[in-house]
């Protein structure tokens, strides 16, 4: 099955990594994963689409969950959200087929950004089937390249956000956390008795 997740984490070396191989670890394929700067610079939002089994999923949103540097995850539900994603499609053309490249390209609102002798760059944003679709017309006047963002997903109704407590007092690091837990040696002062 399908699953869209979308994971707010702190802006930081390395979490890209540690997320992703929590997916792989469990032997989820991803298909896309789409990353970048939330309107707070230290806050980064992914968007990770992947196939598999709903209870592993769960599994690995737990995990997600446990890690130091995200903040919080939800598995975004197919009926209450909504998706895009950008392509860029360089097409080979000539003025024999430019006309109807054209008319495929206004058909699903997309848009052409440059034009040189022997090709057209198409721009098209929208979800995976319409992207699909246009490609599927597009085959025959020989796709030279394709250049696909991965989906970004947002809900119609909730709002994936930092909670109150992290915006106050933000996660620290393991070792951080450790040290303040742990009790704090004091010196103790003792008198020396004169004899």
Known sequence: MKHTVAVLVENS?????????????????????????THDPQISRMTIVAHGNDRVLEQIMKQLAKLIDVICVEDLK????????????????????????????????AKIVDVSQDTLTIEV????????????L???????????????????NSVLSVPAAEIVEPKRSAAAATQAAAPKKTKSKTKEISK
């Open 13 to 37: 070396f390395g979490v890209l990594a540690r997320v992703a191989g929590l997916f792989s670890a469990r032997g989820f394929n991803i298909d896309s994963l789409a990353v970048g700067e």
């Open 78 to 109: 197919p009926e209450d959200m909504m998706e895009r994603e950008l392509v860029l499609v360089k097409v080979q053309a000539n003025a024999a087929t430019r006309n109807d490249i054209m008319q495929i390209v206004n058909t699903f609102r």
């Open 125 to 136: 944003t929208g979800g995976e089937s319409k992207v699909d679709a246009m490609l599927e």
């Open 138 to 156: 597009l085959q025959p006047f020989k796709l030279l390249e394709v250049v696909r963002t991965g989906t970004v997903a947002i809900s119609r």
